[in-house]
């Protein structure tokens, strides 16, 4: 399908649809905001969007790295009305159904992005992983820990540290937190990872901006950021049975 933009009448449309989910007045999947001109235009260049079902965050963070990498879209990651257009296109893969047959929604950043909000910005099921892959793209492999969770379940170590503009930019810390807290064999995380306790990632990004108050971070590798930390992080720097 070809990929389109919500115009202002298109996203308030998808906020309603969005706001009956979690009341008793329920509306139907609005399938006429995917391609109804009344509600938004084709991106042009044209850029084909594929029905698919991703693994993982990282799946869909590559995918969409390659067809926006051939595209010339100007402000992309600020252009709420092709992200709320993509969470609609795969709202089944990206929406939970709960125990009692409702929809699992969160917060509305998940859907539409808050473009002006850096720190809610990385909620978005998609334009979050899309911009953490594709500011690591030279070495996608360092942010495995940030995004091999499945694409609706952005997880603890994503949320510590992609909220973090001044930690997930840095190449060291995300091969670091890489290396820490996702276990490859599993392709997943570590146990004990997305806790509150010691050597948890919440406890790598407290530890990491105290460190930024005397250290400049960008300048370091991956090796010399784990060397700095303490040793409460050491169960998490060898892989886990």
């Known amino acids: 399908m070809k990929l389109r933009r919500l115009n202002d009448e298109g996203l308030q449309k998808m906020g309603e649809f969005l706001d009956s989910l979690t009341s008793e007045s329920r509306k139907l999947f609005p399938s006429a905001l995917l391609n109804d001109d009344e509600f938004g235009t084709q991106v042009m260049p044209a850029v084909e969007v594929d029905s698919m079902l991703f693994m993982n965050r990282f799946a869909a963070g590559k995918y969409l790295n390659e067809i926006f990498g051939k595209a010339e879209i100007q402000d992309l990651e600020r252009d709420r009305g092709i992200w709320a257009w993509l969470a609609l296109f795969y709202f089944d893969q990206l929406c939970k159904i709960g ?21 809610k ?13 594709r500011a690591h793209r030279d070495n996608p492999e360092s942010v495995r ?50 806790t509150r306790g010691p050597g948890s990632a919440r406890r790598f990004a407290d530890v990491l ?16 950021v784990l060397a700095m930390l ?8 060898t892989r886990q049975p």
């Open 209 to 224: 901006n105290q460190f930024d108050m005397t250290w400049d971070l960008y300048s370091m590798t991956a090796p010399s």
């Open 121 to 133: 910005y990385y909620r978005h099921l998609l334009a979050g992983p899309y911009r953490i892959y």
């Open 230 to 237: 303490p040793n409460e992080f050491e169960r998490f720097a």
């Open 145 to 194: 820990a940030l995004l091999c969770t499945p694409l609706n379940s952005p997880g603890e170590v994503a949320e510590q540290l992609a909220s973090r503009q001044e930690l997930v930019t840095n190449k060291a810390i995300m091969e670091a937190a890489t290396t820490l807290y996702f276990e490859p064999n599993a392709g997943s995380i570590k146990r004990g990872a997305a």
């Open 99 to 119: 125990p009692n047959g409702s929809r699992v929604l969160g917060e509305r950043a998940r859907w539409i992005p808050a473009t002006g909000n850096f720190r």
